[in-house]
């Protein structure tokens, strides 16, 4: 633990299949971007080995947009993959963690399909670029590689959970 981006995305594409939807790679970057902001609010630990970086439009995981990015608006036909062994194979959350870890991501990641898989990729756009929201805070997204910090992802999403009690 933490996981790849491109695990979790799978994790996400096997609900969606299961659900009879589809996830376009912009709602993709907005599902993997809320369970890494959750996971961090309930365990206190990423959900993420990477970080999530503040682009002019929005929090992106750079490396799912290098994964997705030939899909460009349509739904995402296809594994995120990662390098293994030589091979390039697709992601998954059992090889990368042990099981209880494994198991709390999945909890995690079912949580916020379930919450925000009826929105649309703008309307979760939305949800991210609000004044108080960490991409809106950080102050310079028009610089390369800005990156959010994982405390005040953390802040924001424990401040979401107790506004909802």
Known sequence: MPFSAAAVANEFLHLAYRDKETITPLKMQKLVYFA???HLAITGK?????PIQAWQYGPVISSLYQQFKECGSSPITFPASILTQGSYLPAELDREGNPADVAMAR?????????????????????THSDDTPWALVPTKDLPEQIIPNDSIRNYFARQAANAR
């Open 107 to 127: 909890q995690i990641i079912e949580r916020v399909w379930k919450q925000y898989h009826r929105y649309s990729a703008s309307a979760l756009t939305t949800f």
């Open 36 to 38: 890494h902001g959750w």
């Open 46 to 50: 990423p959900l993420l080995q990477e």
